[in-house]
């Protein structure tokens, strides 16, 4: 039975491809459409002004903070949805402040921990990023 299983899944998977023109002028179905308008990752529930003013902050208090490269762009993003997390679980101050730091150091930038620079970052995550209620929704839905 499961080799049966396993022969159709393959005869399906062939008979499915990209040289078939019916295959290829079917409307997505209304399932799909959903599933791909939903944020993939975390940082994406965020509003974007939020996220815009978070990274116009980081980009004027050390450039190296934002990177620009297409693949690093929301980099900085994780990193605070990161700290919110860390935030949201009620971590202490300095746990919180240090990971901060961690997060935050190293590529184009030097966060050393317990700096006035980490302690910026995390006011401005808290500030732009914590503070949105689409990611606490967001975080509470993984952490009932």
């Given at each position: 039975?499961?080799?049966?299983?396993?022969?159709?899944?393959?005869?399906?998977?062939?008979?499915?491809g990209d040289d078939d023109p019916a295959a290829a002028s079917t409307p997505q179905s209304s399932a799909?459409?959903?599933?791909?308008?939903?944020?993939?990752?975390?940082?994406?529930?965020?509003?974007?002004?939020?996220?815009?003013?978070?990274?116009?902050?980081?980009?004027?208090?050390?450039?190296?903070?934002?990177?620009?490269?297409?693949?690093?762009?929301?980099?900085?993003?994780?990193?605070?949805?990161?700290?919110?997390?860390?935030?949201?679980?009620?971590?202490?101050?300095?746990?919180?402040?240090?990971?901060?730091?961690?997060?935050?150091?190293?590529?184009?930038?030097?966060?050393?921990?317990?700096?006035?620079?980490?302690?910026?970052?995390?006011?401005?995550?808290?500030?732009?990023?914590?503070?949105?209620?689409?990611?606490?929704?967001?975080?509470?839905?993984?952490?009932?």
């Open positions: 039975m499961l080799i049966l299983l396993v022969l159709g899944g393959i005869g399906s998977a062939l008979s499915n799909t459409a959903r599933a791909s308008s939903t944020p993939r990752e975390a940082w994406e529930v965020i509003p974007t002004r939020r996220r815009a003013a978070f990274l116009s902050y980081l980009r004027r208090l050390d450039p190296g903070l934002t990177p620009t490269s297409a693949g690093a762009k929301a980099r900085p993003l994780r990193r605070a949805v990161d700290v919110c997390y860390d935030v949201y679980a009620g971590k202490p101050l300095p746990t919180v402040l240090a990971n901060t730091a961690r997060r935050f150091d190293g590529g184009q930038a030097s966060v050393p921990q317990g700096s006035a620079k980490a302690r910026r970052i995390l006011a401005a995550a808290k500030r732009w990023i914590c503070s949105s209620r689409e990611l606490r929704a967001h975080y509470n839905k993984l952490h009932p």
